[in-house]
């Protein structure tokens, strides 16, 4: 079973900077793509930033040029580096990715963390 948790949410003033932080854990061979999806309640869960297992990324044009996505594969954790945060991007912050669980087996499975809450106030 494999395990992603997410951390490093809060309460931060507009213009201010956070980091998220997502663990994963369990049994875990490799991990492909990974992402950062946020949500907020009675709407869809939307992409945010995603990270291939070879580091190439991709933004939400509203986070374009303020977030930043990263990895460390040794450590199998993703980071999401906030900068420039506005009202606006107050969500639940969820962590996503693909992950393979042994070498006995090519599958990829989709693990989602619990989410963690962002919060900034104007």
């Known amino acids: 079973q494999v395990q992603l948790v997410e951390s490093g949410g809060g309460l931060v003033q507009a213009g201010g900077s956070l980091r998220l932080s997502c663990a994963a854990s369990g049994s875990i061979f490799g991990i492909n793509d990974m992402a950062w999806y946020r949500q907020t309640p009675g709407k869809r869960r939307d992409l945010v930033a995603a990270?291939?297992?070879?580091?190439?990324?991709n933004y939400a044009d509203s986070v374009k040029g303020r977030f930043t996505i990263s990895r460390d594969n040794a450590k199998n954790t993703m980071y999401l580096q906030m900068n420039s945060l506005k009202p606006e991007d107050t969500a639940v912050y969820y962590c996503?990715?693909?992950?393979?669980?042994?070498?006995?087996?090519?599958?990829?499975?989709?693990?989602w963390g619990q989410g963690t809450q962002v919060t900034v106030s104007s």
């Open positions: 990270i291939s297992g070879g580091g190439n990324t």
């Open positions: 996503n990715a693909e992950i393979r669980e042994s070498n006995r087996d090519t599958s990829l499975y989709s693990y």
